[in-house]
């Protein structure tokens, strides 16, 4: 069987940021940290019933702002997996962490425990651009954080954001140059999206907030792949670029549509459980999920059409594509020939959106540009 991956989520922050719809809360204190992460590892023990024997391949703890969490309760966490499971010898143990909510001895804790890799969410190293996104730091406190991640971790990526009407070309530059001279051999970077409910959507509406052009975004976009690919960064996924070997396995793992069991408030799961696969989603909101621990999830079978669309959402992202074989080979051959039918495959190629590729259904560069809507003809009926 695959290896599993494990996601444990930490619902806190000390801020939440403007254009962040994820299932966080801001929160300054420290007994409710310890007591959620003796929560998590009680999720962690609780969930183990929807597994038989498994190999762990990646642990990543995500949010949120782990870096917020109390290191005992990462080696907790972790100390329990190593007994309960199989770990591979080169297990991807991921840390994602915010430049103002850690000091060099915490870092240390962190690696200490097990963490193998750290997650920086930089999002820029500009003083404008950072009071822009709502961040809680400036660059230099950023430009600090990326010495210390550099100097503890081996690997470690880093995050950044654009898009953005403040944000110029240089500034985009800047940021990729200083990730370059640090080391960084993984970056990932998001275009920013205007999230219903956020305060950045709002002020869109308003007014207050514009978006950039189509174009813009294509010229951001493109930019960034050009300039990571000539320091041997290339892109694996639509927003994130590496050197060889340094992908990030544990979104791979979602990607590739393999086993995941998601831990926390607002955590999900994708695994192969009772001879089916399986969705479990557990209560968003962080306050509910402790007042109706360990019932504040729902267990759902996937159905055919379910998994196969889920398998070409998410495998759609990877630059390597979907293996058409690996369709017909996890899913009914009825509902793979529905839904990935000749006419499709034809036209996508003849507009340049795929490549022309009779194993794999893959992403051409101007594919990617326009992947949701490429997605969207593909799954509709």
Request: charged share 25%; glycine share 6%.
């Amino acid at each position: 069987m695959e290896d599993l991956a494990i996601y444990i989520h930490w619902p806190f922050c000390l801020s939440k940021c403007p254009y962040c719809d994820f299932a966080s809360v801001p929160s300054f204190d420290a007994s409710l940290y310890k007591e959620f992460g003796e929560l998590l590892l009680l999720d962690l023990k609780n969930s183990s019933k929807y597994l038989d024997s498994r190999c762990v391949g990646s642990v990543f703890f995500g949010g949120g702002t782990p870096s917020l969490m109390h290191p005992e309760s990462v080696d907790k966490i972790l100390n329990f997996i190593v007994k309960k499971y199989s770990i591979k010898c080169d297990v991807e143990i991921t840390l994602e962490a915010n430049p103002a909510t850690f000091d060099r001895n915490k870092m240390q804790n962190f690696k200490n425990a097990g963490i193998n890799r750290l997650s920086l969410g930089v999002q820029s190293f500009s003083d404008e651009n950072l009071k822009f996104l709502g961040r809680i730091y400036d660059g230099k406190q950023a430009i600090n954080a990326s010495e210390i991640v550099s100097g503890i971790f081996e690997n470690f990526s880093f995050d950044f954001m654009y898009g953005y009407e403040c944000q110029t070309m240089e500034n985009l530059r800047d940021d990729l140059d200083h990730a370059i001279n640090f080391g960084c051999k993984h970056v990932s970077c998001y275009q920013l999206v205007f999230e219903e409910n956020t305060p950045f959507y709002r002020k869109m509406l308003s007014g207050d907030i514009k978006k950039i052009d189509e174009n813009e975004e294509v010229n951001f976009y493109n930019f960034i792949e050009d300039t990571l690919h000539s320091r041997d960064i290339f892109r694996y996924e639509v927003s994130n670029y590496s050197m060889r070997g340094f992908e990030s396995r544990h979104n791979l793992s979602y990607w590739e549509y393999g086993d995941y069991l998601g831990i926390g408030p607002g955590a999900h799961s994708r695994i192969f459980f009772d001879g089916n696969k399986c969705e479990i989603v557990k209560a968003s909101d962080p306050f509910l999920w402790r007042a109706k621990f360990g019932e504040a999830e729902e267990v759902n079978i996937l159905n055919e059409r379910e998994k196969l669309q889920e398998m070409i959402l998410m495998g759609m992202r990877l630059v390597g594509g979907v293996a058409i074989e690996n369709l017909y080979k996890k899913n009914s051959p009825r509902i793979v020939d529905e839904v990935i039918t000749e006419r499709k495959l034809k036209f996508l190629k003849e507009q340049n959106l795929i490549s022309n590729s009779n194993e794999f259904i893959r992403l051409t560069r101007n594919g990617f540009i326009k992947m949701n809507s490429v997605i969207s003809f593909l799954l509709e009926d």
